[in-house]
């Protein structure tokens, strides 16, 4: 691939594409690990509150404690980069006022965090590569068009699932044929699954709880979707998806058989197949056809193309490098939403409940279309965290922003309303919800 050809190129002239990681957590840290040991590309700062756990991670991909130089200060930052030096710091935005930085890397998973890095990375002109579909399903589409404006690129990862994803439908429409289905490969749903009920599998697999709970309980995979649906144009059929039982056999009969190749184009995700991602494209070309049968791709007019593997951080930092070399994003809105992920409740919920978000005990998130999302007033996921209801809602019951008051503003809530604004989209007549007066409350 002419990208390994390039990034060896870089290395060769001693001029590496320099990459800042902010969050050194599971994913952080063996991005910074594999971009260590990558020709072409080095992990120049991480960035993390927890100080330690930044040096760590530098420790950890091969970096002498000698050749770490910590600190806060940008100059003093810039200074140690120029001798060759890594950074470790605590300040978050350290990165974006580092002019040799060449992208930024965050991998928080954090929806506030995510905001605040890719304002400061784009106001900074800087590419910004987030391992942070959070963000980008809650506003993304308005961050893409300042990057746009910016001339930089704002996108998420290859490597995650809707990377992936987004790779195998350009190669399918770049070799010609027509996407109907854009998949993902889901194992386990557990709907309510809590912090609580996945801490066991969290602390065995060194991840916060609240990620292993969003990943249980679906909505990690709902936010994928619509991320997806956001960059290629292809909305959910319904609301959170059919979920069909299948196999990677029985996949392309499953799905004609419930009639779901008639609603595409869609994203879509199946249960059974423990993993990986995949695209059915159409055909009814008889060359084609005739072809296929002949490599072994069935019969038609439908083909299933299948990739295995989810490799997150051995795959990120490839993104990177399509951002400096290239300006080309791995995935990224399009434009206006086409799909949201909205809040349902996860148990019965009393009038005065601040809800805790993505991963908690209260709601799970589940994609819908953009214009179902306006219709019905629906609260995006990403904002869940941010309010408290002002109603009981019954356990698997939509949260709209009428049953609910926002107790604080910040970034994320701007944002999603300057979003909404240019777009139009999620909350119709609700869009002026989240500018109403904040309560005070407990948080």
């Given at each position: 691939m002419s990208i390994f050809l390039d990034l060896k190129?870089?290395?060769?002239e001693g001029r590496p594409v320099r990459v800042a990681v902010v969050g050194t957590g599971y994913f952080g840290g063996g991005l910074i690990r594999r971009l260590a040991l990558m020709p072409g590309l080095q992990p120049a700062v991480a960035a993390n509150r927890t100080l330690e756990?930044?040096?760590?991670?530098?420790?950890?991909?091969?970096?002498?404690?000698?050749?770490?130089?910590?600190?806060?200060?940008?100059?003093?930052?810039?200074?140690a980069l120029d001798r060759g030096t890594y950074v470790a710091t605590s300040l978050l935005?350290?990165?974006?006022?580092?002019?040799?930085?060449?992208v930024v890397m965050e991998a928080t998973g954090d929806v506030a965090v995510g905001v605040e890095i890719a304002l400061e990375a784009i106001g900074r002109r800087k590419h910004l590569v987030a391992a942070n579909p959070e963000t980008q399903c809650t506003v993304g589409s308005l961050l893409k068009q300042m990057a746009d404006e910016a001339g930089v690129v704002y996108s998420d990862v290859d490597g995650d699932q809707p990377g992936i994803i987004k790779s195998l439908y350009d190669y399918c429409v770049g070799i010609g044929l027509t996407p109907v289905v854009a998949g993902n490969c889901k194992g386990v749903l557990k709907r309510y699954a809590t912090p609580e009920t996945q801490a066991a599998f969290a602390a065995a697999n060194n991840l916060q709880p609240w990620i292993a709970s969003a990943a249980a309980d679906g909505t990690k995979m709902n936010i994928e979707q619509a991320i997806v649906a956001n960059a290629t144009g292809m909305p959910p059929a319904v609301r959170g998806m059919f979920g069909p039982q299948t196999s990677l056999e029985t996949l392309l009969a499953d799905f004609e058989r419930l009639g779901l190749?008639?609603?595409?184009?869609?994203?879509?995700?199946?249960?059974?197949?423990?993993?990986?991602?995949?695209?059915?494209?159409?055909?009814?070309?008889?060359?084609?056809?005739?072809?296929?049968?002949?490599?072994?791709?069935?019969?038609?007019?439908?083909?299933?193309?299948?990739?295995?593997?989810?490799?997150?951080h051995y795959d990120a930092p490839?993104?990177?490098?399509?951002?400096?070399?290239?300006?080309?994003?791995?995935?990224?809105?399009?434009?206006?939403?086409?799909?949201?992920?909205?809040?349902?409740?996860?148990?019965?919920?009393?009038?005065?409940q601040r809800l805790d978000g993505i991963g908690g005990f209260d709601c799970y998130g589940l994609a819908v279309t953009a214009d179902d999302a306006r219709t019905d007033g629906l609260l995006p996921i990403g904002l869940a965290n941010f309010v408290r209801t002002t109603r009981p809602v019954r356990k698997d019951e939509p949260i709209p922003y009428d049953a609910v008051e926002f107790v604080e503003d910040n970034q994320v809530t701007r944002l999603r309303r300057q979003q909404d604004e240019l777009f139009g989209s999620a909350s119709g007549q609700a869009a002026s919800q989240p500018s109403a007066p904040v309560v005070s409350g407990p948080a």
């Open positions: 190129r870089r290395e060769r756990k930044a040096v760590g991670a530098l420790r950890a991909a091969g970096v002498e404690r000698s050749a770490i130089e910590i600190c806060d200060d940008p100059g003093r930052a810039q200074a935005t350290l990165p974006t006022h580092l002019p040799s930085i060449d190749f008639g609603h595409g184009p869609i994203v879509e995700y199946t249960m059974g197949i423990p993993n990986g991602t995949f695209v059915v494209v159409r055909s009814h070309d008889p060359i084609v056809q005739a072809d296929f049968r002949y490599l072994k791709m069935g019969d038609g007019p439908h083909y299933l193309f299948y990739r295995p593997n989810v490799l997150i490839l993104s990177a490098a399509e951002a400096a070399l290239y300006g080309a994003a791995t995935i990224t809105p399009l434009g206006a939403p086409v799909a949201e992920v909205t809040t349902f409740a996860k148990r019965d919920l009393p009038a005065g």
